[in-house]
C-alpha cells in the first residue's frame, strides 16, 4: 500500500516538474521521432555506457548468475517472455529485433511494436495530474512501467517507475520493484535515434549506470505484418533471439 | 478520515481492476461480467454465478452489462482536449457507450438474421455451453490470440485511432492488439492469413470505409457466439457524429454465405473519451496465458465443426 502511494506521489511530482518546464508538453520545435525504427545490432544484452563492469549489489550479480546458468543449461523458466511470450517490459522490448513505429502527439508518444503487437504509452506533460484520468493502473506494478515524461529541447525525457518485481532489464539483468528508469530519447541526425537509458535500481545495483540504444529509421512502413509470439512458439521459435551467453557481463 | 476514505476507494478501484484484468481476457464476456460484479460488488439480489460462465439468463447478462457501463461512466470534471474539427480525423480514444447484443438476432433494420443450418449449430451448442452447462467455450481471446475487429470493437474497453498517411491504426487495450487499416490497396490475395484479417480502407465522404477478409481462423462475432467464419467479409462504415464530433459510429456488416443467407448489418456506437487515454497494461500471456488458463477461468476448448 505505501508503495503505491509513494508511486502516485511520485508521478504527480513529475508530472508538476513538466507543467512548470512545458506548459503544454509540446516540445519547442518538434524533432521528428515519428516514424519506423529498427534497433542497430542483434544483442540481447544491455552494455553500461562507461565500459566497468555492471555494478551489482550481492543480490543482483546473484539473479543474475542463477539467470545465465540456468540459460547455459537451456533452462529458462527464470523468463516468462521465453517459456510462455509474455510481455519483455522494458526496457527490453527496445532491444527486440523487430520495427516499431513512434507517434507523437500532445498529451502522449506511443510506441507501436511488431513484436507481438506491443505498445508502450508515455504520457507528456501534465497528462497524469489527475488521479481520474487513464484506466486507473497507476496503483499497480507493471512489467512496462508507468511512463511519464518531458520535453527539454529535442530530448524526450521519459521517467518510468512502478515496475514489477522479478521481470528483466535484458536476457539476464534482474528487476526489481525499486527500478526507476530514465531515458534520453533523442535524433542524432534524421536517420538515427538514441535511446539514453539510466538504470537506477538499488535492490540490484550499488549505483545507477547508463547504456545507450540506437535505432535506423526503417524502411519498413506501416501495417506491419501480424506477430503472434505464441504461435512463433508453438512452431518451435524462440520468442526472442537467445543471447550469447559467452558475452553476458 | 480523508485519507481512511482514499485509501479504502484506492484499494478497491484496484480490486475492479485487478478483476478486469483477469476477466476480460475470458473468452466470453459472461464470465468476466460475472467475476466482477460477484467478486467486487457482493450484494443481495446481484447474481450468484459460482463460476466464471455461471449466469442463469441473458436478462442477467443484459443488467450485468449495464453495470459495467455505468462504471465506465466519464469523470464529473475535467479539462480534456477537444476532438479534432476534421471529421476525417479519428485520432483519439474512444470506448462503446451502449449495452452490446449479447448476441445479434436481427439486423440493423429489425429484419431476422437468416443462418445457415452450419451457423445454427454452431450458435447452439455455444449457447448451451454458458448458459446450461456454465462452462462456456473457449475463443480466440482465451488463447491470447487476437480475436478479429467485430470481437474486439464490442468489448467495453477503450481503444485509440492513429493515422498516417497509407495507414490508420486501431490500439486496443485488450488483448494488446492492433488493428492496422491499408489505405486505398487491394487485398493481398495470398500469402498468410492473419488473425485481424486483412483490412484494406478508403473514404467515402466523412465516412471511412474498411473492408476486412482472409482471417486466420474462424470469428465469434459477439459475446454469445453468433458464428463467422475464416472467409467472411466484414465491412465497417466509420463515422464521425453529433454537433463537436465526439461521437463515433460503426456500421458493421457481415457478408458470409457459410453462416448467413444474406448479408446483414449491426450498429455500434462509442464516445470521445480522452480521460481513458492511458490504458491497463494487458499482458494477457502472463495474466491468463499457460496450459491450465481454460481450467482456471471455467472455459473449455470448443469441439470442432461437425
Not at chain 1, 90 to 109: C, D, G, S, T, Y
Not at chain 2, 95 to 101: C, F, H, K, M, R
Amino acid at each position: 500500500m505505501r508503495a503505491g502511494w509513494t508511486r502516485r506521489l511520485a508521478a504527480t511530482a513529475i508530472a508538476v516538474i513538466a507543467m512548470a518546464s512545458s506548459a503544454d508538453g509540446q516540445p519547442p520545435a518538434a524533432p521528428n521521432i515519428q516514424g519506423v525504427w529498427q534497433r542497430d545490432g542483434a544483442g540481447m544484452l544491455l552494455v553500461p555506457l562507461d565500459g566497468r563492469p555492471i555494478p551489482f549489489t550481492t543480490k543482483g550479480r546473484a539473479l543474475y548468475t542463477a539467470h545465465r546458468a540456468a540459460a547455459a543449461k537451456g533452462d529458462y523458466t527464470f523468463d516468462e517472455t521465453m517459456t510462455r511470450c509474455a510481455s519483455p517490459g522494458q526496457p527490453r522490448l527496445m532491444l527486440a529485433p523487430a520495427p516499431f513505429a513512434i507517434f507523437v502527439r500532445p498529451r502522449m508518444v506511443t510506441l507501436l511494436y511488431q513484436w507481438n503487437r506491443m505498445f508502450r504509452q508515455i504520457a507528456v506533460g501534465n497528462a497524469f495530474a489527475s488521479p481520474a484520468l487513464g484506466e486507473r493502473w497507476w496503483a499497480f506494478g507493471l512489467k512496462q512501467g508507468h511512463a511519464q515524461a518531458e520535453w527539454r529541447a529535442d530530448t524526450l525525457v521519459v521517467h518510468t517507475g512502478s515496475f514489477l518485481d522479478g521481470g528483466l532489464l535484458d536476457s539476464f539483468l534482474p528487476v526489481s520493484d525499486q527500478l526507476e528508469l530514465t531515458e534520453h530519447i533523442r535524433l542524432r541526425d534524421r536517420n538515427t535515434l538514441e535511446d539514453r537509458l539510466t538504470i537506477t535500481d538499488p535492490a540490484n545495483f550499488t549505483r545507477p549506470w547508463q547504456a545507450v540504444l540506437t535505432f535506423t529509421r526503417s524502411s519498413n512502413s506501416l501495417p506491419f505484418a501480424e506477430d503472434v509470439c505464441l504461435d512463433r512458439l508453438n512452431s518451435g521459435q524462440s520468442p526472442l533471439p537467445k543471447a550469447d551467453i559467452k558475452a553476458a557481463n | 478520515m480523508r485519507l481512511d476514505v482514499n485509501r479504502h476507494a484506492a484499494k478497491a478501484r484496484r480490486m475492479r481492476v485487478r478483476l478486469a484484468l483477469i476477466g476480460t481476457c475470458l473468452a466470453h464476456l459472461s464470465g468476466a461480467l460475472s467475476l466482477a460484479v460477484v467478486a467486487a460488488t457482493p450484494q443481495s439480489g446481484s447474481p450468484q454465478a459460482g463460476l466464471p460462465g455461471g449466469v442463469d439468463s441473458e436478462k442477467q447478462m443484459q443488467a450485468l452489462m449495464q453495470r459495467l457501463l455505468l462504471e465506465k461512466a466519464p469523470p464529473p470534471v475535467e479539462s480534456l482536449p477537444l476532438p479534432p474539427a476534421d471529421r476525417r480525423n479519428l485520432e483519439g480514444t474512444w470506448i462503446g457507450n451502449q449495452v452490446s447484443a449479447l448476441r445479434h438476432r436481427q439486423d440493423k433494420d429489425g429484419r431476422p438474421l437468416a443462418l445457415t443450418a452450419e451457423a445454427q449449430r454452431i450458435l447452439d451448442r455455444r449457447v448451451k455451453a454458458t448458459y446450461v452447462d456454465h462452462v462456456p467455450y473457449a475463443n480466440a481471446a482465451a488463447y491470447c490470440r487476437p480475436p478479429g475487429a467485430a470481437w474486439q470493437l464490442g468489448l467495453l474497453y477503450p481503444f485509440q485511432v492513429y493515422q498516417s498517411g497509407k495507414a490508420i491504426i486501431f490500439i486496443f487495450s485488450e488483448y494488446h492488439t492492433a488493428w492496422t487499416i491499408r489505405l486505398e490497396q487491394a487485398h493481398r490475395d495470398a500469402g498468410a492469413r492473419d488473425y485481424m484479417g486483412d483490412p484494406v480502407g478508403h473514404w467515402d465522404g466523412e465516412t471511412l470505409v474498411i473492408d476486412t477478409a482472409r482471417h486466420k481462423q474462424p470469428l465469434w462475432l459477439d459475446p454469445d457466439g453468433s458464428p463467422g467464419s475464416a472467409d467472411a467479409h466484414l465491412t465497417f462504415r466509420i463515422r464521425r457524429t453529433g454537433a463537436g464530433g465526439d461521437g463515433l459510429e460503426i456500421v458493421t456488416t457481415v457478408d458470409d454465405p457459410r453462416m448467413y443467407a444474406s448479408p446483414w448489418s449491426f450498429v455500434r456506437t462509442y464516445s470521445w473519451r480522452p480521460d481513458m487515454e492511458f490504458f491497463n497494461e494487458y499482458d494477457c500471456e502472463s495474466q491468463v496465458g499457460g496450459p491450465d488458463a481454460l481450467e482456471r477461468f471455467g472455459l473449455r476448448p470448443e469441439p470442432a465443426a461437425q
